[in-house]
Antibody
Framework: EEQLVESGGGLVQPGGSLRLSCAASGFTFSSYWMYWVRQAPGKGLVWVSRINGDESSTSYADSVKGRFTISRDSAKNTLFLQMNSLRAEDTAVYYC?????????????WGQGTMVTVSS | DIQMTQSPSSLSASVGDRVTITCRASQSVSSYLIWYQQKPGKAPKLLIYAASSLQSGVPSRFSGSGSGTDFTLTISSLQPEDFATYYCQQSYSTPTWTFGQGTKVEIK
């Protein structure tokens, strides 16, 4: 079964750091673009960052640029999101998602999400 | 960034009803339009990609149409398990893929 499982969320103070992980299984992880997408409580979906299969290309939303870093370890089939200088507005459920090979940019596999709460 | 606007924001419907949700893009996204279903506390689920292609395993009562700036998601006969929030997403403007604000389908 193709699956993504996130971990690493929690409560952190403003200015703090967290590292999210997303473990992939059941598919050839290195063949896919991967995204982080977040959803603030009661709000919609917003893309955060993306990375290609060989880590040669990364992109970030303006709201996190310079503070968040996306990476992946294909040997361990794991995607990461290093989040520094966290702000209250970063509070959200963070999902990792796989971009479908044939789907015109659709996310066909999602993790269950991990909650990040930034509060003093 | 391309803005995606869904209408209505919420609707009430009964089992068996035909339901239509609209998504409008602030500029043309060709057919790079995707629909998801999200239930409370769960991750989104892919329903439709490329505006009208049904994802494998998704019931045929779901259909999508449109191109350019105007798109629709139709549920031909609403079932109890379809009560959820639906989101559209454009993948035309890489890497800034944007989502609509969501349409909540509730039980009448």
């Amino acid at each position: 079964e193709e699956q993504l499982v996130e971990s690493g969320g929690g409560l952190v103070q403003p200015g703090g750091s967290l590292r999210l992980s997303c473990a992939a299984s059941g598919f050839t992880f290195s063949s896919y673009w991967m995204y982080w997408v977040r959803q603030a409580p009661g709000k919609g979906l917003v893309w955060v960052s993306r990375i290609n299969g060989d880590e040669s290309s990364t992109s970030y939303a303006d709201s996190v640029k310079g503070r968040f870093t996306i990476s992946r370890d294909s040997a361990k089939n794991t995607l990461f999101l290093q989040m520094n200088s966290l702000r209250a507005e970063d509070t959200a459920v963070y999902y990792c998602a796989r971009v479908a090979v044939t789907g015109e940019g659709a996310f066909d596999i999602w993790g269950q999400g991990t909650m990040v709460t930034v509060s003093s | 960034d391309i803005q995606m606007t869904q209408s209505p924001s919420s609707l009430s419907a009964s089992v068996g009803d035909r339901v239509t949700i609209t998504c409008r893009a602030s500029q043309s996204v060709s057919s790079y339009l995707i629909w998801y279903q999200q239930k409370p506390g769960k991750a989104p689920k892919l329903l439709i990609y490329a505006a009208s292609s049904l994802q494998s395993g998704v019931p045929s009562r779901f259909s999508g149409s449109g191109s350019g700036t105007d798109f629709t998601l139709t549920i031909s006969s609403l079932q109890p398990e379809d009560f959820a929030t639906y989101y559209c997403q454009q993948s035309y403007s890489t890497p800034t893929w944007t989502f609509g604000q969501g349409t909540k389908v509730e039980i009448k």
